[in-house]
């Protein structure tokens, strides 16, 4: 295959005495003409490939038919009405209705689909006044990270003139005539800046974001996260302060009591605690300090270290705690899968809340000690179902089931562990059609994450039917580094420990292999972000155990991942290679760096997009090029970028059109095509 050119510097690293080639470093201009343009021929070449695939088209109707259902999520109560969106199955964005009672028809709120022409802008409401008559919406356009404030009057649904921009990782919490948030000053014109000086403002309505009150900025500190919250009684201003994804710090202001300044309440190395809820003048936390898989605590704000356990530490981690009028809710994590159970006043178990079998439990948005909760329940079979819970007496009803022409007993989901090279034992998950024959040969796709504290726990995916019903295997892996087994489990795969993430993906391979269920040619791998690291790494440790590989918005080079964006957010869960210790693990497995010369690795296809401004493109864009100059030119070695789209999918329609590219590759490559 004849790849585009790419250009080649003679720039050069010097990393400790070590001497590092980056020849693509000019790839991560992602806005050059240049390199725009070679992303063009890159993606005409991925798409010219792709459509030779058999019955590509075909697959294309069958997943927007799989996919066209209507979907809901849990509705919430704000002032007189029910909020909750919803998707009628083929719009781009879900639509925001609301209702006065859940039995009253639905009247339109707002529908983001109207915000753009090609449907790739979002919006989400975050924040109502407390009065519930203003409500702040966010709009992020194309699937960037960056977002826009807007507010809208929610009897006459008007928007204001108040607008916000450059907000990130952020929410707005509404005090008196306005709200706190979150943001960055105006960037360059580099979608790929390091962004630093994370604020706290304060907006008061009807003025401009000129006039927007600082309310907290660490000069000092510049790669820092700020985010301020307040608890449901309106009595504490909450600070989070935290250097990246894992560890935070605590300030509180106590407005009950007329405090003008934060004080600190926690501050433990790499721990976390949040807050829950208020009990008189003491906080309702959980944290992981002293407890890896978590415990809720009462805590004296003014006394920080005088607490009293409320929910201890328990054999398996605690997910969430909501108080009621009447008691506790608590979620836990049991071997991947979500267990609730109710609680008295004083954390005594009361009862199991039960669902119908192992899967995903999620709670939805509530009041203060809510008289009533909305869960959605799904698994790998059972698409999302909603049911609501009366806290007073326990009872638990179906309020709303999606219709799909999925048939979940056509289906097995089995869960195994395996001992990874460590004597570890590591759990995944296996569906595939009732009554499948293993016979050493059927087509497997293997998918993993392990990072982040992220537990990868059963969810309904239509888009993988296809690939089932071709008598294909999907196995979903709980690696280290997540969060499924508690912060022992994260840490076993973080920075030093990484490897052990690679290790846990390779023991599960290598047993689908030598329990006959597959074989190296019919195993594509697959995963996203640091899923994508894990493809790459794999990629280039263990090519001999897979037929197919599909990264998307990997991070894929590890030397320099931190220098873009929010990437230094991340050096808690990888090290830096700005530390000699921590470069001296990340080159051993930073996949952009261990590709081989004149090696033939297996067909490869990297997934990434134009505004993904979290995991920026150029770390697609060097490793394929580096792939395509240095691997023998047997096989395929693919870029494909999504146009108008981010980290994840900006619209329905891309969201089918991956699966659809995704699916494509591996049929052709697993010997699939009909």
């Known amino acids: 295959m004849n790849y585009p050119k790419t250009r080649k510097s003679n720039q050069v690293d010097d990393y400790f005495g070590v001497k590092i080639p980056d020849p693509y470093r000019h790839l991560e201009d992602d806005r050059s003409l240049e390199t725009e343009e070679w992303v063009k021929e890159q993606n005409a070449q991925c798409e010219q490939y792709l459509n030779q695939v058999k019955g ?80 702040t919406v966010f709009i992020s356009e194309a699937g960037s990270d960056w ?48 962004n630093q000086f994370h604020k706290v403002y304060y907006h008061e309505l009807g003025k401009s974001q000129e006039n927007d009150q600082l ?59 949040s807050i829950v809820d208020t009990k008189d003048d003491k906080l309702i936390t959980m944290t992981n300090y002293q407890a890896p898989n978590s415990k809720a605590i009462i805590l004296d704000p003014e006394d920080p270290e005088n607490y009293t356990d409320l929910i201890p530490e328990k054999e398996y981690p605690l997910e969430g705690i909501v108080i009621t009028n009447y008691g506790i809710i608590a979620s836990y994590l049991k071997d991947c899968s979500t267990y609730v159970e109710e609680l008295d006043e004083n954390g005594k178990f009361k009862r199991e809340i039960k669902f119908p079998t192992i899967g995903s439990i999620g709670i939805g948005s509530y009041e203060r000690r809510p008289e009533e909760l909305f869960f959605s329940f799904s698994s790998y079979v059972h698409p999302t179902t909603i049911y609501s819970y009366k806290t007073k007496d326990g009872e638990l ?99 030093e420990k990484k ?33 994508g690291l894990l493809v790459g790494s794999i990629l280039t440790q263990r090519p001999d155990l897979i037929g197919a590989a599909i990264a998307e918005v990997g991070v894929l080079d590890m030397l320099r991942f931190h220098k873009f964006t929010i990437g230094w957010g991340w050096a808690v869960e990888y090290g830096s290679s700005d530390n000699k210790e921590d470069f001296e693990y990340l080159i051993k497995y930073s996949p952009l760096h261990n590709i081989k010369e004149d090696f033939n690795y297996p067909p490869t296809m990297v997934m990434t997009a134009d505004h993904d401004d979290r995991v920026v493109p150029a770390h697609s864009f060097k490793f394929v090029a580096t792939l395509q100059e240095k691997a023998q030119k047997k096989n395929p070695y693919l870029l494909r970028v999504d146009i108008d789209s981010g980290h994840g999918s900006s619209s329905r329609d891309k969201l089918i059109k991956n699966a659809k590219d995704r699916l494509s590759f591996v049929f052709k490559n697993l010997g699939m095509e009909d």
Do not use: C
């Not at 003139?161 to 907000?167: A, L, N, P, Q």
């Not at 709303?400 to 869960?415: A, C």
């Not at 290790?503 to 697959?526: Q, R, V």
């Open 147 to 194: 977002q826009t404030i807007k507010v809208m009057n929610t009897e006459t649904k008007e928007w204001l003139e108040d607008e916000i921009k450059w907000v990130k990782f952020s929410g707005a919490q509404w005090i008196d005539n306005g709200f706190y948030y979150s943001g960055y000053s105006k960037p360059d014109n580099s979608s790929s800046d390091k």
């Open 215 to 273: 309310i907290y900025e660490d000069k000092e500190n510049p790669l820092r996260f700020h985010t301020l919250s307040i608890t449901k009684d309106k009595q504490f201003l909450i600070l989070y302060i935290s250097e990246g994804t894992s560890g935070n710090k605590i300030k509180v202001l106590n407005r009950s009591k007329n405090g003008k300044e934060f004080t600190t309440i926690f501050d433990k190395d790499g721990y976390e605690m």
């Open 397 to 495: 009803k179906l309020f709303k089931s999606t219709p799909t022409t999925f048939t979940p007993e056509n289906y097995t989901v089995k869960q195994i562990f395996v001992a990874s090279k460590d004597g570890t034992k590591v759990p995944f998950f296996m569906i595939h059609k009732k009554g499948l024959k293993y016979d050493g040969n059927r087509p497997t796709i293997v998918y993993g994450y392990g990072g982040f504290n992220i537990s990868l726990t059963p969810s309904y995916n239509p888009a993988l039917v296809p690939f089932l019903e071709k008598d294909g295997i999907y196995v979903v892996t709980n690696l280290r580094g997540g969060g499924e087994y508690g912060e022992k489990w994260h840490e076993g795969g973080m920075k």
């Open 499 to 531: 490897q052990n993430v690679f290790d846990d993906f390779i023991s599960i391979t290598e047993y689908l292999i030598a329990e006959n269920y597959t074989n190296p040619k019919k195993i594509a791998i697959n995963g996203g972000s640091n899923g």
């Open 56 to 135: 590509r088209e075909e697959l294309g109707k069958q997943l927007k038919d799989l996919m066209n259902y209507p979907s809901y999520t849990t509705p919430f109560k704000k002032g007189d009405y029910y909020y909750f969106y919803h998707n009628e199955g083929l719009q781009n964005q879900f639509v925001i209705y609301r209702q006065k009672s859940l039995d009253d028809p639905a009247e339109l709120f707002l529908d983001p689909n109207t915000l753009s022409d090609n449907g790739t802008t979002s919006a989400h409401l975050s924040g109502f006044s407390d009065d519930a008559k203003f409500v």
